[in-house]
């Protein structure tokens, strides 16, 4: 492990980063549970919005709408709230991942998909669906370049086994980084694992996906009815 840090190199990143989240195409209001009338959500939405503290400050307050705090917590600030445990953390902090490109992403999320609510929880069979949502997040900072290490170290890359990538993660982010780049363990792209918000911004919305499982594998749309791709 110590020959792994004594050789890495650092990348300057100044580019979009693809994020791959749960998300439905069509969203229900958020307070139509509580009453049938269109005027009452529009109350009690704006009684919220008087009343719950800001998680995002924007730099042009005057020109920024409501909505985007909602992006950016949904595309950015998530992770960092909820820890759970993943390929470079152990559970106790958060770690945002994106990745090099929109099918990059999709293999990743396909595969997690899979394993975790299909396999784990019994509904590993045809005919499930899942509906996700596509950002672009700007990220600009110098991150902890593992690609040059994938030779001689090829389990930052194993498939499950998360024992050294748990190490890697928890000594960066202990150490202050902000996060990392790594080859994808599920394609050939590259994943981008984050430790702190503050280099990620400007989240645009791209596009929603839609998968389904089939006896084949999952299939994915992009256009509502047309397979896009099938992993």
Request: proline residues 5%; contains cysteine.
């Amino acid at each position: 492990m110590q020959a792994l840090f004594s050789s890495l190199a650092l990348a300057d990143v100044h580019q979009d980063v693809t994020r791959n989240i749960v998300s439905l195409r069509v969203s229900s209001h958020l307070f139509d549970d509580l009453s049938d009338d269109p005027a009452a959500w529009s109350s009690a939405q704006q009684l919220e919005l008087a009343t719950k503290s800001q998680l995002f400050i924007s730099s042009q307050p005057i020109i920024d709408r409501p909505f985007e705090e909602a992006e950016w917590n949904e595309a950015i600030a998530y992770p960092f709230q909820n820890s759970a445990k993943s390929r470079f953390s152990d559970g106790s902090f958060g770690v945002w991942y994106g990745a090099d490109s929109i099918e990059t992403s999709i293999h990743e999320t396909v595969y997690h998909w899979q394993k975790g609510l299909l396999e784990d929880a019994g509904f590993n069979r045809p005919g499930v669906e899942i509906q996700r949502r596509i950002y672009l997040v700007q990220c600009d900072s110098l991150l902890i370049d593992l690609r040059p290490c994938i030779v001689n170290h090829p389990e930052i890359t194993h498939g499950s086994d998360y024992t050294t990538t748990h190490l890697i993660g928890s000594k960066l982010h202990r150490e202050g980084h902000p996060g990392l780049i790594t080859p994808s363990a599920r394609s050939a792209g590259e994943v981008f694992a984050i430790f702190t918000p503050k280099v990620l911004s400007n989240p645009r919305h791209s596009c929603y996906l839609t998968y389904t499982t089939t006896a084949h594998g999952v299939e994915i749309q992009r256009t509502p009815g047309e397979v896009w791709m099938i992993v």
